[in-house]
């Protein structure tokens, strides 16, 4: 998965988060039953926004970092660099990764490569 696609999951993510809290605010003022496990849940869910925003936040800082290094490297025609993943990539064009998640943890810092998925 592309961080592109990662971002744009993280934020898809959020929205409905965002809705399930509505829905679940409005439950809560309509309902006659116990409703005593709604607010935990939306806690949760804050809890859960919070750390898919700060995601997003360094996926777009790794983004920018890597826009930067292309911007000032220029690679000689058919030469191998070495992406972030570790994989090469020909005239800096970057290989797909994987879309069926493998080898996919969450964001992390790593001292030698940034951050990755």
Same mark, same amino acid.
């Given at each position: 998965m592309s961080l592109y696609q990662e971002v744009d999951r993280l934020e898809n993510s959020i929205k409905h988060l965002r809705r399930s809290n509505t829905e679940?605010?409005?439950?809560?003022l309509e309902s006659e039953e116990d409703t005593s496990w709604v607010e935990p849940t939306i806690a949760e869910n804050e809890q859960l926004i919070a750390k898919q925003t700060r995601q997003i936040e360094l996926v777009k800082?790794?983004?920018?970092?890597?826009?930067?290094?292309?911007?000032?490297?220029?690679?000689?025609?058919?030469?191998?660099? /070495?992406?972030? +993943? *570790? $994989?090469?990539r020909e005239n800096g064009v970057s290989h797909? /990764?994987?879309? +069926? *998640? $493998?080898?996919?943890?969450?964001v992390a810092a790593s001292s030698e490569n940034g951050f990755h998925l």
């Open positions: 679940l605010k409005q439950h809560e800082l790794e983004l920018s970092g890597r826009q930067a290094v292309s911007n000032t490297a220029s690679p000689e025609p058919n030469q191998r660099l /070495e992406g972030s +993943n *570790g $994989e090469h797909s /990764e994987p879309i +069926n *998640g $493998e080898g996919k943890t969450d």
